[in-house]
């Protein structure tokens, strides 16, 4: 966690979009969504993003960030 935000490192390097694919990949399997569930509202070349996700319950997140801290 970093403040309310949920902060993930992918290996990935942010060449020809293979970090933003990285993480949409990573949070549809931890999230058990589709890929094309998961996009990038903003920041699409920032390292700060916001997503959106269909199909996921808000408690859905919240165990994404209870398994992080």
Request: proline share 4%.
């Amino acid at each position: 966690m970093h403040g309310a935000a949920l902060k993930v490192r992918v290996a990935a390097p942010p060449v020809d979009d293979a970090a933003n694919r990285a993480l949409i990949e990573f949070l549809a399997h931890a999230l058990g969504v589709a890929k094309r569930a998961v996009r990038i509202v903003s920041g699409e070349t920032s390292r700060t993003k916001l997503l959106e996700v269909d199909g996921v319950t808000p408690e859905q997140i919240a165990g994404l960030r209870q398994r992080s801290a």
